[in-house]
Each structure stands twice: as structure tokens, then as C-alpha cells.
């Protein structure tokens, strides 16, 4: 082995193992969420973290069970059963795969930064919120209450102690993830102690054996289809926005660049096998991702080392896992949590546009009473009607009169369809002379709704007698206006070389 790549391969192998560590109390804990066994969901998170170490691509993401899917999962496992959600996380990675073969993937990198934000600091709003459920206790009746007295103060400073632990540990030594030694430290007190506080094992017993090749039992029908369709459709979606989104998070982060189609190829060919092998599905886990990265591990092998860990502890290792204390689990996710919310953004007041900030807020708050992906989908469209409305008032015109008494409106902006009533109350063909020169040198023509704006604005100058001409149009622009075609003044030296969006083009 080359002893010089020994530290970056320890560095990996050990932010594995607390990625490990981390994914075992949020498994069992979506599973419960999803209404099915925890192991369906240990499962999950071993192999659609393996495969996608093995075949995606962004080294360093940590792929496993999610809560994003569980909460859709529920209804398909409480109306059909659990075969039905084998099979439908089956079609699931099938469309994944679909959507990277076509290359679709790097649409991806059209959410704007604001989005990016608000889905970060949403997520971070999320993890901190999914860590209070572990302060309840259950009641004789079957109700629960929140931990009060001894019991929450214990679990208080061990959350603290962990803390502490990961925060001030990196100042001393670097030998070891610091989560990893914060887990170990604190599990260690508890064990060697004797304190009583709340465990893993009690979460669940996460004992089993190798999982096993099982196609899903359903009919082969389309009645079948018809059933699991709609619920793969959304599970593949909401799976690829997480993980493209975390993608371009931890590319930022590392100063690397993914792979956004390989990952969707990868993330489907991993549900495909999970769906078989009795796996509730999966996508990419942001918090285990920034562990992994914060732990300075950016390659496939922390992926596949967690995987493995995962494995060894369902098989061998349980009774162990099982005595670590949820608070050190709990700690650590808080910390995550800090991490990932993007403080910065609470000093852009004034310094950034107002719509900017409120896309922010808008998608942190939607990931956090709703789901991601709606989060996405609505900062996306809010961004696009921002951009539209704002470049929809750039369009202005310079008024001049030639020496022979033409009119001239010299235009500058874009004419699409948002300023399209900008551009026709730009003229005033009543009071305008008999010749009237619109001149686009400085304006481009982006749609089938400028074009018939200017058909349009052309109709009313003839209506009223008055002569029309148009400069500086592309040829597009000739080939596809109507009544105003004949009023283009052409220039092939002058005239510019542009396309718009017009499905009349071929």
C-alpha cells in the first residue's frame, strides 16, 4: 500500500463508520414512518448506499433511506402492503434511470443560488426538528410526553458533552473523525457508568441476517401498474432533487464537481436492486453527506465503508450498536444541523434583491411544513416569474425624429411574453406621424409571443393609414411575422443572427 495515501484512506474509513453509526437511529426511525420493519429500512440503507458509492456520481454522498420518501411511502404500504412498496420502488429506480440515460440530470444547474439556500437552510430547520421526536416518552395508555426531570437533564449534557466533544476535539488532535471519537467517548461514559438513558436498542432491535434476492409479490397487470405508478413517479422525483441538490451542495463544499447523470443512473440501478431485495428505497441523506465531508472524506470508499459497517452491525454487531445512547446520536445530528444551515444568509438583508431573500424563506419554509420537493418546484417558478417581471420592465424605448420627420422608437431590453403590454404602451399610433421607424438593434425578440406583439402593434399602425417600418430583425423574425412581414427592412450587414423560441421553427 502506498503510505501515502494511507491518512486520506483512514480519513475515509473512519468518517464511514460514523456515518454508519449516524444512519442506524434515522433507518429504523423512517421505517416506522413508512409503516414497515426496521430492517426493510437498515436494508435500504446498506444497499442503496453501497450501489450508489459503487456506480454513482459524487464521491463522498452518502446515500440511504430517507425521510423525504417515507412520508410518501405510508399510504401505498397502509392501502396495498409492503409488496406493493418492493414494487413500486422497483419502478422507481426505473424511471431514475430513464431520466440519467436521457441526460436530463444536469438540469440540475438551473436552480438558482436563492433556491439553493433556502433548501439548505431548510433541511438544516428539518434535521434539528427530527431529533426533538427522541425527547418523548411513552405513556402507559399508549400516548406520549415529554421527557421532564432527571431523565431529560441526563440526556441534556450528554447531548452537550458530545457537542463539545466534536467542537473542541479538532483543536488537539486530528488523528480521528471527531464524531466518531464524540460517539465512542460518550457511548463509553454511559456503558462504563452505568447511566440510565435512552438507546438505540430501544428505538428497535437491529439484528438480522444477509437480506435476501425476493421479487416483489404482486400481480404482473396493469391493474398493478395503475397502483404503483403514481407513487414511483413521485418517490423517483423527490429522490432525484434531493440527491442532485445535495450534489451540487457538496460540490460547492469540496471544490469538486459531480456527476449529475451518472448519479441518476446510479440512484435508480440502486433502488432496482433494493426494491429486490426486500429495501424500502432510497436518495441521498444531506446530513450523513455533510458528516462524510466535514470529516474531510470526498471519496467512494467513505461511501462503501459505511455501507459495510452497516452490514457488520446487523449481522455481527448488534447487541453493541444497540447500547449506544441516542443523545450522542443526537448531539452529533445537532451539530450536523449547524452546519448545514447557511448563516451567511441571515446578512443579506440589503445587501441582495428583496425577491432573492424572499425565495429563500419561501423554499426553507415550504421543506419544512411540506416536503423537498415541492420546496424546489416553487422557489424555481417564484425565481422565474421574479426574473421575468424584473426583465419585463427593462424594456424602454429612445424616442427621436429623423430629418425627413420619421418617427424613430430605438428600443433596448428583450420582448418576450412578460413585456409584451410594456412594449405596445411604449407607442402612440394615434398621435404618431404617417412614417414610424421601430428600430430592434438594441432589443432581441425571444418568443412567439413578441412576435405577435409586433403583428400586432403593425395591425393597428395600418388600421389608421400609417406606414410601419421594422430594423434590425433577425431573418427568424421575417420567416415567422405575418401582417407586419412586409414592413421588415432588411440589412445583411446590420441585422442580427438570433433564433426565437418559436415551435414554428422546426
Given at each position: 500500500?502506498?503510505?501515502?495515501?494511507?491518512?486520506?484512506?483512514?480519513?475515509?474509513?473512519?468518517?464511514?463508520?460514523?456515518?454508519?453509526?449516524?444512519?442506524?437511529?434515522?433507518?429504523?426511525?423512517?421505517?416506522?414512518?413508512?409503516?414497515?420493519?426496521?430492517?426493510?429500512?437498515?436494508?435500504?440503507?446498506?444497499?442503496?448506499?453501497?450501489?450508489?458509492?459503487?456506480?454513482?456520481?459524487?464521491?463522498?454522498?452518502?446515500s440511504g433511506a430517507a425521510g423525504s420518501l417515507a412520508?410518501?411511502?405510508?399510504?401505498?404500504?397502509?392501502?396495498?402492503?409492503?409488496?406493493?412498496?418492493?414494487?413500486?420502488?422497483?419502478?422507481?429506480?426505473?424511471?431514475?434511470?430513464?431520466?440519467?440515460?436521457?441526460?436530463?440530470?444536469?438540469?440540475?444547474?438551473?436552480?438558482?443560488?436563492?433556491?439553493?439556500?433556502?433548501?439548505?437552510?431548510?433541511?438544516?430547520?428539518?434535521?434539528?426538528?427530527?431529533?426533538?421526536?427522541?425527547?418523548?416518552?411513552?405513556?402507559?395508555?399508549?400516548?406520549?410526553?415529554?421527557?421532564?426531570?432527571?431523565?431529560?437533564?441526563?440526556?441534556?449534557?450528554?447531548?452537550?458533552?458530545?457537542?463539545?466533544?466534536?467542537?473542541?476535539?479538532?483543536?488537539?488532535?486530528?488523528?480521528?473523525?471527531?464524531?466518531?471519537?464524540?460517539?465512542?467517548?460518550?457511548?463509553?461514559?454511559?456503558?462504563?457508568?452505568?447511566?440510565?438513558?435512552?438507546?438505540?436498542?430501544?428505538?428497535?432491535?437491529?439484528?438480522?441476517?444477509?437480506?435476501?434476492?425476493?421479487?416483489?409479490?404482486?400481480?404482473?397487470?396493469?391493474?398493478?401498474?395503475?397502483?404503483?405508478?403514481?407513487?414511483?413517479?413521485?418517490?423517483?422525483?423527490?429522490?432525484?432533487?434531493?440527491?442532485?441538490?445535495?450534489?451540487?451542495?457538496?460540490?460547492?463544499?469540496?471544490?469538486?464537481?459531480?456527476?449529475?447523470?451518472?448519479?441518476?443512473?446510479?440512484?435508480?440501478?440502486?433502488?432496482?436492486?433494493?426494491?429486490?431485495?426486500?429495501?424500502?428505497?432510497?436518495?441521498?441523506?444531506?446530513?450523513?453527506?455533510?458528516?462524510?465531508?466535514?470529516?474531510?472524506?470526498?471519496?467512494?470508499?467513505?461511501?462503501?465503508?459505511?455501507?459495510?459497517?452497516?452490514?457488520?452491525?446487523?449481522?455481527?454487531?448488534?447487541?453493541?450498536?444497540?447500547?449506544?445512547?441516542?443523545?450522542?446520536?443526537?448531539?452529533?445530528?445537532?451539530?450536523?444541523?449547524?452546519?448545514?444551515?447557511?448563516?451567511g444568509s441571515l446578512r443579506l438583508f440589503g445587501k441582495?434583491?428583496?425577491?432573492?431573500?424572499?425565495?429563500?424563506?419561501?423554499?426553507?419554509?415550504?421543506?419544512?411544513?411540506?416536503?423537498?420537493?415541492?420546496?424546489?418546484?416553487?422557489?424555481?417558478?417564484?425565481?422565474?416569474?421574479?426574473?421575468?417581471?424584473?426583465?419585463?420592465?427593462?424594456?424602454?424605448?429612445?424616442?427621436?425624429?429623423?430629418?425627413?420627420?420619421?418617427?424613430?422608437?430605438?428600443?433596448?431590453?428583450?420582448?418576450?411574453?412578460?413585456?409584451?403590454?410594456?412594449?405596445?404602451?411604449?407607442?402612440?399610433p394615434h398621435d404618431d406621424p404617417a412614417e414610424v421607424?421601430?428600430?430592434?438593434?438594441?432589443?432581441?425578440?425571444?418568443?412567439?409571443?413578441?412576435?405577435?406583439?409586433?403583428?400586432?402593434?403593425?395591425?393597428?399602425?395600418?388600421?389608421?393609414?400609417?406606414?410601419?417600418?421594422?430594423?434590425?430583425?433577425?431573418?427568424?423574425?421575417?420567416?415567422?411575422?405575418?401582417?407586419?412581414?412586409?414592413?421588415?427592412?432588411?440589412?445583411?450587414?446590420?441585422?442580427?443572427?438570433?433564433?426565437?423560441?418559436?415551435?414554428?421553427?422546426?
Open positions: 500500500m502506498d503510505t501515502k495515501n494511507f491518512p486520506e484512506l483512514k480519513t475515509n474509513i473512519l468518517s464511514g463508520l460514523t456515518v454508519a453509526l449516524a444512519l442506524v437511529p434515522e433507518a429504523i426511525a423512517f421505517a416506522f414512518v413508512a409503516h414497515v420493519h426496521p430492517l426493510v429500512g437498515l436494508y435500504a440503507a446498506f444497499m442503496v448506499g453501497l450501489v450508489t458509492s459503487l456506480i454513482g456520481g459524487r464521491p463522498g454522498m452518502i412520508v410518501v411511502m405510508v399510504a401505498l404500504v397502509v392501502q396495498h402492503g409492503v409488496e406493493y412498496l418492493f414494487a413500486a420502488v422497483v419502478l422507481m429506480g426505473v424511471l431514475q434511470i430513464a431520466f440519467g440515460l436521457l441526460k436530463f440530470g444536469k438540469f440540475i444547474r438551473m436552480v438558482p443560488h436563492p433556491v439553493m439556500l433556502g433548501f439548505v437552510n431548510g433541511l438544516a430547520i428539518v434535521i434539528f426538528l427530527a431529533q426533538l421526536a427522541h425527547f418523548k416518552v411513552a405513556n402507559a395508555d399508549g400516548s406520549t410526553s415529554w421527557m421532564q426531570g432527571t431523565a431529560l437533564y441526563v440526556m441534556l449534557g450528554l447531548i452537550v458533552l458530545t457537542m463539545a466533544i466534536i467542537y473542541v476535539l479538532p483543536y488537539l488532535t486530528k488523528a480521528i473523525p471527531s464524531t466518531l471519537a464524540a460517539i465512542v467517548a460518550v457511548s463509553a461514559l454511559v456503558i462504563f457508568f452505568g447511566i440510565d438513558t435512552k438507546t438505540v436498542g430501544q428505538l428497535a432491535s437491529i439484528k438480522g441476517d444477509l437480506p435476501a434476492f425476493h421479487l416483489p409479490d404482486v400481480p404482473l397487470n396493469w391493474e398493478t401498474v395503475r397502483i404503483v405508478l403514481p407513487y414511483s413517479l413521485i418517490l423517483a422525483g423527490i429522490g432525484l432533487i434531493e440527491s442532485l441538490l445535495t450534489l451540487n451542495l457538496i460540490d460547492d463544499m469540496s471544490g469538486t464537481r459531480g456527476k449529475p447523470n451518472r448519479t441518476c443512473v446510479g440512484q435508480g440501478v440502486a433502488n432496482v436492486l433494493t426494491g429486490c431485495f426486500g429495501g424500502m428505497g432510497g436518495c441521498a441523506m444531506i446530513g450523513q453527506s455533510m458528516i462524510n465531508v466535514t470529516n474531510g472524506a470526498v471519496k467512494n470508499i467513505s461511501g462503501i465503508a459505511a455501507s459495510l459497517f452497516l452490514l457488520s452491525f446487523i449481522l455481527f454487531a448488534s447487541h453493541w450498536i444497540e447500547m449506544i445512547p441516542l443523545a450522542a446520536l443526537i448531539g452529533l445530528m445537532f451539530v450536523v444541523s449547524e452546519k448545514t444551515f447557511a448563516w441582495v434583491p428583496t425577491a432573492d431573500l424572499l425565495v429563500v424563506f419561501a423554499v426553507a419554509a415550504i421543506t419544512v411544513f411540506t416536503d423537498l420537493a415541492i420546496a424546489v418546484v416553487a422557489g424555481v417558478i417564484i425565481s422565474a416569474l421574479v426574473f421575468a417581471w424584473q426583465h419585463a420592465k427593462q424594456m424602454t424605448a429612445q424616442v427621436s425624429v429623423e430629418a425627413h420627420g420619421w418617427k424613430v422608437y430605438e428600443l433596448s431590453g428583450s420582448l418576450f411574453f412578460a413585456s409584451t403590454q410594456n412594449f405596445l404602451a411604449l407607442f402612440t421607424v421601430i428600430d430592434f438593434k438594441h432589443a432581441r425578440v425571444k418568443d412567439h409571443s413578441a412576435l405577435e406583439a409586433i403583428d400586432l402593434l403593425a395591425e393597428r399602425y395600418t388600421q389608421l393609414g400609417k406606414t410601419l417600418h421594422l430594423r434590425h430583425l433577425s431573418p427568424d423574425c421575417l420567416e415567422l411575422l405575418d401582417k407586419a412581414r412586409g414592413m421588415i427592412e432588411v440589412n445583411v450587414l446590420e441585422d442580427p443572427l438570433y433564433h426565437p423560441a418559436d415551435n414554428r421553427l422546426g
